[in-house]
């Protein structure tokens, strides 16, 4: 037999995973009493079962104490768009927040959503003894600490009282029931956060962003259709599910207990818990359990992984991104997922990805709210050859930047599950929707296409245009050019560390200009504003001095929507906004390759294949670089000199800028015509650029 809990003896980091803290909070925690725990040594060890009953403490009945801060916001606590900012519940969530900041009395959390359960259910008509079973977990009553079941029912109504009693206070702050509208989850997230002290952390999506996830469902066979959220949270997904959907075709499991209790009450006042078999139902379908592993949390009788016959028609949800495994929980997913490696850390919305795909039917969907980066980063090419080797991808949304003071572009990936695990309409060249959404006061949609899955590749899943502009991109390509991979050097601009003690805006003695992204135009850099002492020892990075003073080389801003170079034989130093490529390709120089990277053509084609607001490496390498005899070289680079010198005229002679457009458009009318481009594909690519 294996040993207890109780029994099982750890290490102060071990208990510091659990609890999701530092060692030296552990350390602190025991000698405050807070831990029971020995000390051997300079460490301490401590009983599994004590760290867990403290980790159950910590995430369900922490007591939110006042904070008397007056720096700190109530909108610090409040997840932005989780809910419509129309909505009465919204302003009233804000001002209970507010309260309780800066309340002498402490409140249980796990009571406030009970109190405001209580009062939804009892205003919608449902029936207590049914919907009792399902706020069981919210309370600190439990069924194995009395001696009868009626001993059990007696302390929970003294409880519920005691909670109902909280309406005193909390009458002043009345929250109703919107269907669709997930108002507890947003009130228990507020309140988590407001718990845990923080301003900034886990991202919850926009009810926005929920409805246009919901959109790519379109086809579901409402009356047969298995439906799971494997990382539900507390509902917001599944709550906005069309109505038509049976409640019992309806399943979510996630491993926070009083997520997964919000979920249930959410559907109980959705539809609205006619009977007690519609109770049990919820309490079968919607579980706390670890999706990944398929454990659950808990003693109750038969609670065990649900799993449908032949598995689930449709997954979808927004699993956790970037999820932070401690060692422990690494060791225990190697037994489900064998592949993983034992050096690197998982990313948890590849094992959803991959969890998800194997317990759907065939011809099932798996619909995720995802970070583009999964597209196209090298970190994500293994999830992409198991998306591709399991079934075919059906549509991909980009909706940008949606969750609030954070840059990081989602995307809804939609992939159907083929015959048997086989990928089988990849061969068959299906359509794929792909679609281009825009934040305003919600999600608009501005661009839509079909594309043909024999675009996608384990190396990228980007589609960025329709079929008109990747045939030009084919042309573009079949062009004979060459890359810059392994034909040039590239060199990150310093990064100082410290740019307020380290720079200056006046030029003192020892002082020399550098420049920033924002110097960096077509062609020329600008008078930098900004003065430093090369002095590499004070540099947080910095790359080696040759490539700042070298004869030539070309300077391109780093942050940015496509390729803007300019031409330095200054030796100007330059910051990490400004990074530094040389050519070395022999019979073509510097001057040419600039005017080419410059080039409408090359912009056109950036936007349609790469997608980034940063200008990488890897990117630039592979921009197509036509060939072409050595009198075209001649001509372009002595013309690349005229532009250089024109546009600096220009700058003290306003009169003199149609000089240089004229110049640039000759260079840019040559380069088109070395990809074979004539010239109704030429303007039309110059029009493109300008959208």
Sequence with gaps: MGKKDKDIIITSKEAAEI?????????????LGKLSGQKEGERYTLSLSDVKKAKNSLGSSSLLQSRRNKSLSEKNFIPKSYIDKKSPNYKHIKKLISYIMHSERGIDIADLITFYALTMLN?????????????????????????????FESAVTDHLKKILNLGSVLNEYPLSYIEGEDTLGMLYISLRRLRDK?????????????????????????????????????????????????????????????????????????????????????????????????????????????????????????????????????????RFFPFLSANARPESFSLFIEKGLSVLKDNGTLTYLLPE?????????????????????????????????????????????????????????????????????????????????????????????????????????????????????????????????????????????????????????????????????????????????????????FISSRPVFAYDDTGLLSLNSANIMIPKVPKYTALYILCVLNSPVISYYYKNSFKNMKVLRSAIEALPIPVCDAKTIEEITEL?????????????????????????DNIDHKIAYLYGLNDKEYHYICEKCKE
């Design 19 to 31: 609890l999701g803290i530092s060692r030296a909070t552990v350390a602190n925690w025991v000698k």
């Design 123 to 151: 205003r919608n008509g449902v029936r207590s003894d049914y919907y009792k079973q399902l706020i069981y977990d919210l309370l600190p009553i439990k069924r194995d600490d009395h001696a009868t079941d009626a001993d």
């Design 198 to 334: 923080k301003s900034k952390g886990a991202y919850y999506t926009p009810f926005y962003a929920v409805d246009t996830c919901l959109s790519k469902l379109k086809e579901i066979s409402p009356n047969n259709a298995k439906i799971l959220d494997p990382a539900c949270g507390s509902g917001n997904f599944l709550i906005r599910l069309p109505k038509n959907i049976p409640i019992e075709n309806i399943y979510g499991c996630d491993i926070d207990k009083i997520s997964v209790c919000i979920v249930r009450i959410n559907l109980a006042l959705k539809y609205g818990l006619k009977s007690k078999e519609s109770a049990n139902i919820l309490m079968n379908n919607i579980k706390e359990m670890d999706f990944l592993t398929s454990e659950t949390a808990g003693k109750r009788a038969g609670d065990k992984p649900f799993s449908p016959k032949s598995g689930f028609d449709v997954i979808l949800g927004n699993p956790p991104w970037g999820y932070s495994f401690s060692s422990s929980d690494i060791k225990r997913l190697k």
């Design 373 to 557: 980066t999964l597209l196209g980063s090298d970190m994500y090419l293994s999830i992409r050859k198991e998306i591709l080797s399991k079934g075919c991808v059906t549509g991909i949304s980009y909706l940008g930047d949606i969750f609030d003071k954070v840059q990081c572009p989602c995307i809804i990936l939609t992939v159907k599950k083929g015959a048997a695990g086989k990928a089988s309409a990849v061969a068959n060249h299906e359509d794929i929707n792909i679609s281009f959404y825009k934040r305003k006061a919600g999600l608009s949609k501005i661009d839509d296409f079909k594309a043909t899955s024999d675009r996608l590749s384990e190396s990228s899943f980007h589609i960025l245009c329709g079929s008109k502009d990747y045939e030009l991109i084919k042309k573009i390509e079949s062009s004979k050019h060459f890359t810059l991979k392994d034909k040039a050097d590239f060199a990150l601009g310093i990064v100082t560390g410290n740019n307020k003690k380290l720079l200056s805006d006046v030029c003192s003695k020892g002082f020399e200009p550098i420049a920033k992204g924002s110097n960096i135009s077509s062609y020329v850099v600008s008078a930098p504003a900004s003065y430093i002492v090369y002095n590499p020892d004070e540099f947080q990075q910095c790359a080696d001095e040759c490539y700042y003073r070298a004869k030539e080389k070309l300077l391109y801003r």
């Design 640 to 664: 690349a000199k005229e532009l250089i010198s024109s546009i600096k005229d220009a700058r003290s002679d306003s009169n003199k800028s149609s000089v240089s457009t004229s110049i640039a």
